[in-house]
């Protein structure tokens, strides 16, 4: 059984930055798709950056030249660096890892998620 824990979230003035936690319970995400998702009160999640299975990376246009998705030298911990945080950036921040053989992420319930994590910034 695959468990991601999020850590990291909390309160933080604008323009101010967070380092957002992904631990997972053994190497889960060596070699598989990853990312991390954001859910505002009334929006749809969506996500907000992501690796495919071979390493390609990719942002959503709101997190670009802002945000750095990574995983720790171990592979048992994934990094969400957010600087320059926006008060629109105030959401719930869940990661996400596809099962294996999958190339990229896509929001498939039945693949792992974390429990979420509140991020908010204030003007």
């Known amino acids: 059984q695959v468990r991601l824990v999020e850590s990291g979230g909390g309160l933080v003035q604008a323009g101010g930055s967070l380092r957002l936690s992904c631990a997972a319970s053994?190497?889960?995400?060596?070699?598989?798709?990853m990312g991390w998702y954001r859910q505002a009160p009334g929006k749809l999640r969506v996500l907000v950056a992501a690796?495919?299975?071979?390493?390609?990376?990719y942002y959503a246009d709101s997190a670009k030249g802002r945000f750095t998705i990574s995983t720790d030298n171990n592979e048992n911990t994934m990094l969400l660096q957010m600087n320059s945080l926006k008060p629109e950036d105030t959401a719930v921040y869940y990661c996400?890892?596809?099962?294996?053989?999958?190339?990229?992420?896509?929001?498939?319930?039945?693949?792992?998620w974390g429990q979420g994590i509140q991020v908010t910034v204030s003007s």
């Open positions: 996400n890892v596809a099962r294996p053989g999958r190339v990229v992420v896509a929001g498939r319930s039945e693949d792992y």
């Open positions: 053994g190497s889960i995400f060596r070699g598989n798709a």
């Open positions: 690796s495919s299975s071979d390493g390609i990376i």
